[in-house]
T-cell receptor, first 111, second 115 residues
Framework: QKEVEQDPGPLSVPEGAIVSLNCTYS??????FMWYRQYSRKGPELLMY????GNKEDGRFTAQVDKSSKYISLFIRDSQPSDSATYLC???????????FGTGTSLTVIP | GAGVSQSPRYKVTKRGQDVALRCDPI?????LYWYRQALGQGPEFLTY????????KSGLPNDRFSAERPEGSISTLTIQRTEQRDSAMYRC?????????????FGPGTRLTVL
């Protein structure tokens, strides 16, 4: 079993829709949770960063962490064509530097 | 400011050759990471450095892979006697501080193809 599971999609939504992206994980020791966006032929860029459980909002993006269920989510409101990319979840332990990534979910927002 | 840069961006080599991939992190960043990313997959950890010290190399697949960061800045990932299964995107990331709670900034990657 992989440390982090993520549905690869692809996911296709109309412009303006609310998008929900999710990851599950197996290691209860993970403390830090990140969402990266990766455009085609580019490196991943950090979108959201959350410590432990709870919600965090940044503009149209909301990250949720439910440690009891080992489940994290990223919501995108009023999705735009420019949001079309692959979204990767990542997580790390309290100690050490290794990030564990999901496989990424490919999202297309149709104008 | 300048982000993480990697060179070459593309490398095609024949099986059995050695290759050296370079990473130039963001200036002043303490930590440097190497990942391998297969098509349709997330980055897979290989190794990381704090300053010039290699802290964890548990992700290196075998002893053909090695990395160094002699002056705590630029890093080189070397693959000896390349095999076709080594073909992948190799990504470097850097972080301003040490520790998994700190964000990592990724470079554009080096696409390695072993024929």
């Amino acid at each position: 079993q992989k440390e982090v599971e993520q549905d690869p999609g692809p996911l296709s939504v109309p412009e303006g829709a609310i998008v929900s992206l999710n990851c599950t994980y197996s290691n209860s020791a993970f403390q830090y949770f990140m969402w990266y966006r990766q455009y085609s032929r580019k490196g991943p860029e950090l979108l959201m960063y959350t410590y432990s459980s709870g919600n965090k909002e940044d503009g149209r993006f909301t990250a949720q962490v439910d440690k009891s269920s080992k489940y994290i989510s990223l919501f995108i409101r009023d999705s735009q064509p420019s949001d079309s990319a692959t979204y990767l979840c990542a997580m790390s332990l309290n100690t050490g530097n290794q990030f564990y990534f999901g496989t990424g979910t490919s999202l297309t927002v149709i104008p | 400011g300048a982000g993480v840069s990697q060179s070459p961006r593309y490398k095609v080599t024949k099986r059995g050759q050695d290759v050296a991939l370079r990473c130039d992190p963001i200036s002043g960043h303490v930590s440097l990471y190497w990942y391998r990313q297969a098509l349709g997959q997330g980055p897979e950890f290989l190794t990381y450095f704090n300053y010039e010290a290699q802290q964890d190399k548990s992700g290196l697949p075998n002893d053909r892979f090695s990395a160094e960061r002699p002056e705590g800045s630029i890093s080189t990932l070397t693959i000896q006697r390349t095999e076709q299964r080594d073909s992948a995107m190799y990504r470097c990331a850097s972080s301003p501080l040490a520790g998994g709670r700190h964000t990592q900034y990724f470079g554009p990657g080096t696409r390695l193809t072993v024929l």
